[in-house]
């Protein structure tokens, strides 16, 4: 719930982008950061630094605070959080339900979940650096519109988005986060450090609205597998991490992914490729 504390901030002090880019977390050479967000007049910007611990709090007229990350209740985090933007004479409002996890729990009333462990988090910090110019080369191959590589506080995962430019049809039952994401059609990858015991760590692929015969593609390598209940393709961490070129078989999920699936819906490759 750390991250979403921030992340609601993200969400009320910068102006919604298409696909909610603009609440997303972006790598700094220390951990994740906030886009720079202005307020009445200056920019602040909030970094997790995973190597020193610390919630850093940095605004353009020069004013550093720092919150020390370690084990407290997500309610006396939340409070030093809004103390410092207080300090920092930022006035914010944040609805402060917690989002996309089973029976939340306000962050002012959560005095249940208080952990913090610094070895589990830098590792998982460390992962994500490794994978980052993997993700970052595919990216490139693409010209047409294409997320940044970003990190989503709430579904928790790396992702990176492409676009063919066509409208998509409204999901059934799709809510307001759900209409914005999914409005045009997609084909997306990143990785989720999964819910036990549902999902272990994991890459994953997928195409929305998915084309008739993605599910039967040929996809490499041999780890990757189609989920139905999940609609998505998934290659497991542990399986990249144990390769014998763990980029290679990241690179090879990622291209095999997107080429079957922008194939079978028919996107204008030659137009949004590069050659």
Known sequence: MIPDVVGKIC????????????????????????????????????????????????????????????????????????????????????????????????????????????????????ALLAMKPVFEKFRCAFIGKCSPLHFFWGGFDLAVTRFNGKRAPERPGANSIDREAYSHEVISHGFWP????????????????????????????????????????????EAVRNARNPAEDLTSFLSTTYESAARLAGWSRTELERR
């Open 194 to 237: 999964g819910r036990l015991p549902a999902l272990d760590a994991c890459f994953y692929a997928y195409a929305a609205p998915e084309p008739h015969g993605f599910k039967e593609a040929k996809i490499l390598p041999a780890a990757a597998y189609y989920d139905k209940g999940w609609s998505e393709y998934f290659l497991p961490y």
């Open 11 to 126: 969400l009320a002090l910068t102006p919604l982008t298409n696909h909610w880019w603009n609440v997303t977390f972006h790598f700094t050479a220390r951990g994740l950061s906030t886009p720079a967000m202005t307020v009445g007049g200056r920019t602040l910007r909030m970094t997790f630094d995973f190597v020193t611990h610390q919630l850093v709090f940095q605004t353009s007229d020069g004013v550093t605070k720092t919150i020390p990350l370690e084990p407290r209740t997500v309610a006396e985090f939340f409070e030093r959080v809004m103390e410092t933007l207080r300090d920092l004479g930022i006035q914010v409002h944040i609805w402060t339900m917690p989002v996309e996890i089973p029976d939340p729990i306000r962050f002012e009333k959560d005095v249940t979940h208080h952990s913090y462990d610094r070895d589990a988090v830098n590792a998982f910090w460390r």
